[in-house]
């Protein structure tokens, strides 16, 4: 598979292939991959993250009572 960028203005759930890759107006397959600026015109089921990334932007702050493992104890294990 081969890749091609561009910009494109979607009219309608339309968008209109530039000149220079007009040959591929004739491709029987592609797969489509669309990036937009703006998060919230993305469906929700799109939007969905996963777990380290949610724990990334929103971390949990760990009670400063617990004692955590020294690399040694952890390595004894």
Do not use: C, W
């Not at 592609?30 to 932007?57: S, Y």
């Amino acid at each position: 598979m081969y890749a091609v960028e561009f910009e494109a203005s979607i009219n309608d759930g339309m968008f209109k292939i530039p000149e220079t890759f007009l040959k591929l107006q004739s491709v029987a397959k592609a797969k489509i991959i669309i990036m937009v600026e703006d998060e919230v015109t993305m469906p929700q089921a799109v939007k969905k993250i996963g777990f380290i990334e949610r724990l990334a932007n929103n971390p949990v702050h760990v009670d400063k009572s617990l004692q955590f493992l020294s690399r040694e104890e952890a390595n004894e294990r």
